[in-house]
């Protein structure tokens, strides 16, 4: 896949709709407004959801206990909320529950438990999403990503679809993940048994291991990225189950980093980390040598965007590279807004950013929600 430096994409106006800082978890835009859920405390024991309308005005707010009840929740963060078709919005709870939220009222009812023992595939993966990924509900069908029931030893994952009921489960490709070089130095102090285990901090950490892809219902394509290191995507027919692989003609050499931006990181890391697992732990800060390849991947309409890891720090934005589809033909970048928790979602036409932001001795997060037209 050719790239053409210089070469400016201007297809797009970005527009920015919304903004507001909350203590954690979600923000989603909604047929009726603009739904957000955050943390009431440190203690991960109560929940506070919130409904503002386009202007920023709140409409309604709700407080609720953490919980695995039938109207309770326990869990979710960006990448395990979505908003169906039909105008609720799902979770991914904890637990293997899937949730459902009104986003009129706020009120909460369990949906459906999933089992790891699917019909036809045994106990081979997990149906949970404890790594992280990403998920795309469209016509009745739901496509993500399930990680193997030994997804810690061997790193195996499977792109999965399914109808919106979650099922008619079908797998479409197995795929796999890098260890991380920080896992390796986690089992390398403990085979020595070393008084303190080293805890390589890695801004791009769980980034690594996040399965990132996006969905071309129109062609039923996806594509995915399979290594952030490399520039690579490969694309997987959802019917036939082909797979190819490209090369993205990148500098890598280009992509640096800031060590201001990742001191940062290093000083929140280390500032949400237990007593008890310091007392064990001898936290490191990791530079790689180059930002990663590839950051995120989206559909839009007839193009496919790619972010890249060559970034404006200053600005925090990062190069985007624009593909029509289905052929693949380079058409042009421009700069994203990107965030410094690498924490973005994709809703058509809206994109979420959010940032961490220091406040005096605590952190809370900025959502920002652009329109993409």
């Known amino acids: ?130 790594s992280g990924t990403s998920l795309e509900e469209r016509d009745g069908r739901i496509v993500t990503t399930f990680e193997s029931t030994g997804f810690y030893v061997d790193f195996t994952y499977y792109l999965a679809s399914m109808t919106s009921d979650f099922r008619d489960f079908k797998i479409v490709a197995t795929e796999q993940k890098e260890k991380p070089l920080t896992w390796e130095r986690l089992e390398e102090s403990k085979r020595k048994g070393q008084a303190k285990l080293e805890n390589l901090v890695d801004y791009y950490g769980q980034w690594r291991i996040y399965r990132i892809f996006s969905v071309d219902w129109k062609r039923s394509v996806v594509y995915l990225i399979p290594d952030i290191e490399k520039p690579e995507i490969e694309s997987i027919n959802l019917g036939s189950k082909q797979k190819q692989r490209f090369s993205i003609d990148i500098d890598l050499n280009e992509f640096t980093i800031e060590r201001e931006e990742f001191d940062s990181f290093f000083e929140y890391a280390t500032s949400e980390t237990s007593e008890i697992l310091k007392q064990r732990m001898k936290s490191i800060l990791y530079i790689p040598p180059h930002a990663p390849a590839l950051m995120q991947s989206m559909i839009v309409g007839d193009h496919l965007l790619l972010v890249t890891g060559k970034r404006n720090w200053k600005k925090g934005e990062n190069e985007t590279l624009v593909y029509h589809l289905p052929e693949l033909r380079y058409e042009g970048s421009f700069d994203l807004p990107y965030s410094n928790t690498q924490k973005t979602k994709w809703c058509e036409p809206y994109y979420i950013n959010v940032d961490r932001v220091k406040k005096e001795e605590d952190y809370s997060w900025r959502y920002e929600i652009f329109k993409l037209t």
């Open 1 to 130: 896949m050719t790239v053409e430096p210089g070469k400016t994409f201007n297809g797009f106006q970005l527009t920015k709709i919304w903004e507001k800082d909350l203590y954690g978890r979600w923000c989603l835009p909604c047929p009726n407004g603009i739904v957000c859920g955050e943390l009431a405390d440190r203690s991960n024991r109560e929940y506070l959801f919130y409904l503002y309308d386009y202007s920023g005005t709140l409409i309604k707010k709700r407080r609720l206990l953490a919980g695995q009840g039938p109207d309770e929740i326990q869990g979710g963060g960006l990448d395990s909320v979505w908003v169906s078709p039909d105008g609720k919005i799902s979770i991914m709870d904890v637990g293997g529950y899937v949730k459902e939220m009104d986003p009129q009222t706020l009120e909460i009812r369990t949906f459906l438990k999933l089992s790891n023992v699917i019909p036809g595939y045994e106990s081979r993966f997990a149906e949970g999403r404890i």
